[in-house]
C-alpha cells in the first residue's frame, strides 16, 4: 500500500513545551515572536500579491495572442520568466503553510501555482524541501547538498571524471550558466517523480491530480506558443522564458547556503535549533527591491528559524533574531547580494581545487 504523501509544509516549528526546559536558546525567541504575532497568516497581502501575478500573467498571455507570429513576442518572454519565478515563490510559501493555517487550502494554492502554472510536482518538492529545512548544509541529510552536477565538499570531488570532472574543475565559473537550465530541471524531476513507478509515497489519487495538472500545463503551454508563433519562434521564446526563469531562481537561491557552515553527524550533535539554522544560512541585506527580487529568502536565517511565518513578517522578525543571536554569541551572516554571489562561488572554486591540482 502506498503511503499517504507528506503534507505541503517544512518542518515545523519547535514549540516550546518540546525544547530543552529553560536553558534552550530557541524557546525564548519563540515566545517573543509568538506575543508580537509575527507568525499570524497574512491572507490578504498574498491574494493582493497573487492577484498581481495574474493579472499580468494574463496580460503576456494576452499579448502574446494579439502579436502572432513575430518576433517581436520574443521581448514578452523576459516578463513571463519574472512572472513565472513570483509563481514559483507563492508556491514555495504556500509549501511552508505562510498563506493559509488551513492545509487544504495552502495545498490547492501550492497545487495550482506549482503543478499547473509552472509544471513542477508538489510532491516532489515538499519532500525534497522539507529534508533540506530539517537539516540545512548538512552533508549527508540534505538533498540540496548532495553530489550532483555540483558538488560542495572536497570529499565528494572523489572519483569524477570525464564530464563531471571538467565541471568540478570549472564549477564556480560554470554555476550561473548552469543556472539557466534550473526551470526546466525542476519539469523533469516532477514528471519523472510523478510518473515513476519506483516513488512509492504517493497515492495513486494524489499521483493521477499531480499527474494530470502536468500534463495541463505542458499541453496550455504548448498551445500556446504553437498557435500563435511559427515552430521556430516558439522553441526560441521557450527557451528565453525558461532559461531566464531558471538564471532568476538560481540568483535567488544561491546566496542563502553556499559557503556557509557544513554539518557533519559528529559536529551536528550538541547543535539545537537555534544553531542548526543560523549557522548554516546567510541573509542578505538590502529594500525592498531586494525583498522582492529574492521573493523574501534574502531573510534566509528567519525563513529557516519560523518556516511557517508569513513573507512581509521576516523582516520585522529580523531585528528579534540578530539581537537574540547577539545575546548569545551566535554568529549571525548578512551580506550584500554581490559579496554573497563571491563568497558562494569562492567556495565552489575551493571545492574543485583537488581536482585542478591534478590536471
Request: overall charge positive; aromatic content about 8%; glycine content about 8%.
Amino acid at each position: 500500500m502506498p503511503q499517504a504523501a507528506p503534507a505541503p509544509v517544512a518542518e515545523p516549528i519547535p514549540d516550546p513545551a518540546a525544547c530543552r526546559g529553560a536553558g534552550s536558546d530557541f524557546a525564548p525567541l519563540l515566545r517573543t515572536v509568538r506575543e508580537q504575532g509575527l507568525l499570524e497568516r497574512r491572507v490578504a497581502w498574498y491574494a493582493r500579491g497573487i492577484t498581481v501575478n495574474l493579472v499580468f500573467l494574463a496580460a503576456i498571455v494576452a499579448g502574446t495572442v494579439l502579436v502572432g507570429p513575430s518576433w517581436w513576442a520574443l521581448l514578452l518572454a523576459p516578463p513571463l520568466a519574472v512572472v513565472s519565478a513570483r509563481m514559483a515563490f507563492v508556491a514555495h510559501d504556500a509549501g511552508h503553510a505562510q498563506i493559509a493555517a488551513d492545509r487544504g487550502r495552502g495545498r490547492l494554492v501550492q497545487l495550482l501555482h506549482a503543478n499547473l502554472l509552472l509544471g513542477m510536482s508538489q510532491d516532489w518538492w515538499n519532500d525534497k524541501h522539507n529534508r533540506h529545512h530539517a537539516n540545512p548544509n548538512h552533508i549527508d541529510k540534505d538533498p540540496d547538498v548532495a553530489a550532483d552536477i555540483l558538488v560542495f565538499t572536497q570529499h565528494q570531488t572523489a572519483g569524477r571524471s570525464g564530464l563531471r570532472h571538467w565541471l568540478t574543475c570549472h564549477q564556480a565559473w560554470m554555476f550561473f550558466p548552469l543556472t539557466t537550465l534550473e526551470g526546466i530541471a525542476l519539469k523533469v524531476y516532477g514528471f519523472r517523480a510523478v510518473f515513476s513507478r519506483q516513488d512509492n509515497r504517493m497515492t495513486v489519487r494524489r499521483r493521477v491530480l499531480e499527474g494530470s495538472l502536468l500534463v495541463a500545463h505542458v499541453g496550455g503551454y504548448l498551445t500556446l506558443l504553437l498557435t500563435t508563433l511559427t515552430l521556430g519562434q516558439a522553441v526560441v521564446f521557450a527557451l528565453i522564458h525558461q532559461m531566464l526563469l531558471g538564471l532568476h531562481l538560481g540568483m535567488a537561491f544561491a546566496p542563502n547556503h553556499k559557503g556557509m557552515e557544513m554539518p557533519d553527524p559528529e559536529s551536528s550533535e550538541n547543535w539545537g535549533h537555534l544553531r542548526r539554522q543560523v549557522l548554516t544560512s546567510r541573509n542578505i541585506r538590502g529594500g525592498a527591491l531586494t525583498d522582492w527580487f529574492l521573493g523574501g529568502l534574502n531573510y534566509q536565517i528567519e525563513h529557516h528559524l519560523f518556516p511557517s511565518m508569513p513573507r512581509p513578517h521576516l523582516r520585522l522578525a529580523q531585528p528579534l533574531v540578530r539581537a537574540h543571536c547577539r545575546s548569545l554569541g551566535v554568529s549571525y551572516t548578512e551580506t550584500g547580494l554581490i559579496d554573497s554571489y563571491r563568497q558562494a562561488l569562492s567556495h565552489l572554486h575551493h571545492v574543485g581545487e583537488p581536482l585542478r591540482a591534478s590536471a
